[in-house]
C-alpha cells in the first residue's frame, strides 16, 4: 500500500501561515550568514515554539523547506517537538515523556552511513519493559547507546517529498525491536536541514497494513560551541 498524501490546506490562512514559516526561515537563513551561532539558537527556538503549541501544519511545510544534509557527523542533541501523534501508545507515551523524555539525541558517521540513539541512563531500567527482548543497549559516556541505524540521501515517503537523510532501524544484524510498545524496527527517520547545524526530522510507523504513518517531529543540533 502506498503512503497516504497529507491534506494541504489552501484556504486563506493556510496560504498565510506558510507564507509566514518562508519568511521566518528566509530571516533564520540570513541571521546565519553573518551570525551562525544566533541564528541555530533562534532556530532551535522557533522549532520549539512551534512543538509546544501543537502545530503540525506549519512543521510540515517548516520541513518541506528544508533541504538533504551532506551531515550531520558525530553527536547530536535531540529534541522532541510536542507529542507523539496517530497512534493508540501516545496516550501512554506522552505523559511519560514529560515527566523524562529519555531520549538524548543520536550520533552519526557520515562516512560508514551508521549511527545510533543516545538515551538517559534510566532507559536501562525502562527499556526491557517496553522493548521487551531487546539486546542492543550500550553504555555509553554518561548515557546509554542502542537502537543503531544506517542512513542516507533519499526521497521523502509523504508529503512534501522533499529529498532527506533517511534513517532506516530496520537493517536484520541491529535486531530492532518490533513489540506494539516499541516498534522501531518498523519506523523510519527522516531529517532535513534548516540553517547550518539545525535539522527538523519526522518518524514515520509503517503500520502493519503497509499504510505509513506520521508519528513525530523532533529536531537534532550541533553542539552549540562547534565552529559552524
Known amino acids: 500500500m502506498s503512503a497516504p498524501v ?3 490546506d489552501s ?3 493556510g496560504r498565510r501561515e506558510a507564507s509566514a514559516v518562508r519568511a521566518m526561515l528566509a530571516e533564520l537563513h540570513g541571521m546565519a550568514q553573518s551570525h551562525p551561532t544566533v541564528a541555530r539558537a533562534a532556530t532551535w527556538q522557533y522549532i ?3 512543538g509546544d503549541r ?3 501544519p506549519a512543521l510540515s511545510i517548516l520541513f518541506g523547506e528544508g533541504t538533504a544534509p551532506d551531515g550531520p557527523d558525530g553527536k547530536l542533541e535531540g529534541l522532541i517537538v510536542g ?3 496517530g497512534i493508540p501508545e501516545a496516550h501512554l507515551a506522552n505523559p511519560l515523556m514529560r515527566i523524562n523524555p529519555t531520549w538524548q539525541g543520536k550520533t552519526f558517521d557520515r562516512g560508514a552511513g551508521t549511527g545510533f540513539n543516545r538515551l ?3 532507559a536501562r531500567l525502562a ?3 517496553v522493548a521487551a527482548g531487546y539486546r542492543g543497549l550500550r553504555r555509553g559516556d554518561g548515557e546509554v547507546e542502542g537502537f543503531d541505524f544506517n542512513h542516507s540521501i533519499e526521497k521523502g515517503r509523504i508529503e512534501p517529498r522533499v529529498m532527506v537523510r533517511a534513517l532506516d532501524y530496520g537493517v536484520p544484524e541491529y535486531m530492532n525491536p518490533s513489540v506494539r510498545t516499541f516498534p522501531i524496527k518498523r519506523t523510519r527517520d527522516e531529517i532535513v536541514e534548516l540553517v547550518p547545524g539545525i535539522y527538523l526530522g519526522r518518524a514515520l510507523l509503517t503500520m502493519r497494513s503497509g499504510e505509513v504513518r506520521l ?3 523532533f529536531a537534532l543540533r550541533e553542539p552549540i560551541d562547534s565552529p559552524l
Do not use: Y
Request: net charge negative.
Open 6 to 8: 497529507q491534506q494541504v
Open 11 to 13: 484556504s486563506g490562512e
Open 48 to 50: 520549539k515554539e512551534l
Open 54 to 56: 501543537g502545530d503540525l
Open 83 to 85: 507529542k507523539l501523534f
Open 120 to 122: 538517559a541512563p534510566i
Open 127 to 129: 527499556m526491557p519493559i
Open 215 to 217: 508519528i513525530a517531529h
